[in-house]
């Protein structure tokens, strides 16, 4: 593995009560995206397509939603104190996000990353101040996910105290945030006359958000 540490910095000014009024700042700017039409000829029928521009959102993408979700769920828990270092397996989107709001609530935030991943999300990450570390070996799948998620663990074990895992891939708060969000504005801006959503997949958790009407 390697480490680049031309882009870390450990933060340690503020407080808890700080962290928190950032982070609602931080939710009040996210979502309200909008949404256009695009009208294409499809086996000689006329249908209309509707896109959200999710990189309208601050970070560029909608996973700034699910960092977001992640980050209050900390917060809620009592995790997120000045001195947190945030470390998060990412293969792209959620780390710029997590790098971006790091960078906001002056905290420390290593992403965990692999060969695959685009020099344009690494260099956007370590713009934003995060500490960038390369597993470089592949599993046994020709993947790097599994990897990824052993040096996350190996980091937590080193340095457990201060260092906090949101976890996209198991924590419920990312899906939930695209349920009170992303949802609602999709049938809000269709006045509810939703036919079928088409969803990039990755984790599952934008997916998992907007699969169940909103109530």
Not at 170 to 199: K, L, S
Request: charged share 20%.
């Amino acid at each position: 593995m390697t480490i680049d540490k031309a882009g870390g910095r450990t933060a340690t000014t503020g407080s808890r009560t700080s962290i928190s009024r950032e982070l609602k700042a931080i939710g009040q700017t996210i979502g309200n995206t909008p949404l256009i039409r695009l009208d294409l000829k499809l086996r000689g029928v006329w249908r209309s397509i509707y896109l959200k521009l999710e990189w309208w959102n601050p970070a560029g993408s909608i996973k700034v939603r699910t960092a977001v979700g992640l980050l209050n769920q900390l917060n809620d828990d009592g995790v997120l104190t000045p001195r947190t270092r945030l470390v998060e397996s990412t293969s792209g989107n959620l780390g710029v996000a997590l790098a971006f709001l790091a960078r906001r609530l002056g905290i420390e935030f290593v992403a965990v990353v692999d060969p695959k991943i685009s020099k344009r999300s690494v260099a956007q990450m370590r713009a934003a101040g995060a500490l960038v570390d390369a597993v470089t070996e592949a599993d046994p799948d020709g993947g790097y996910l599994a990897a990824r998620l052993a040096r996350v663990r190996t980091l937590l074990a080193a340095d457990g105290h201060d260092l906090a895992w949101p976890d996209q891939y198991h924590n419920d708060a990312g899906p939930q945030m695209h349920y009170r969000t992303t949802a609602p504005e999709i049938y809000r801006q269709m006045n509810c006359a939703v036919e079928a959503v088409f969803v990039a997949v990755s984790t599952g958790g934008s997916l998992a958000g907007v699969a169940e009407p909103p109530r």
